[in-house]
C-alpha cells in the first residue's frame, strides 16, 4: 500500500465493489496491513462490514 499506492487502491475498489454485492458480515484477511486498508476503505464508503483475521473469526466460533 505504501510503495504502490496506485495499485493498492485499484485493488481496493475491487475488492470494496466485490463486498457491496454480498450479504457477508465479515471479511477475512491474514495480512494486517491489508486488513487495515480494506476496513478504511469500507468505513469510508459507509459499509459496516467487519474485517477479521481467519484465527479471530474462528475463535469466536469455537466459543458458540
Do not use: F
Amino acid at each position: 500500500m505504501l510503495e504502490h499506492s496506485a495499485m493498492a487502491e485499484a485493488l481496493l475498489a475491487d475488492v470494496v465493489n466485490a463486498a457491496s454485492t454480498t450479504p457477508a458480515r465479515y471479511l477475512v484477511s491474514s495480512n494486517i496491513g491489508c486488513a487495515l486498508h480494506i476496513a478504511a476503505g469500507l468505513k469510508e464508503r459507509g459499509m459496516t462490514m467487519e474485517v477479521v483475521h481467519p484465527v479471530v473469526l474462528i475463535a469466536r466460533q469455537l466459543k458458540h
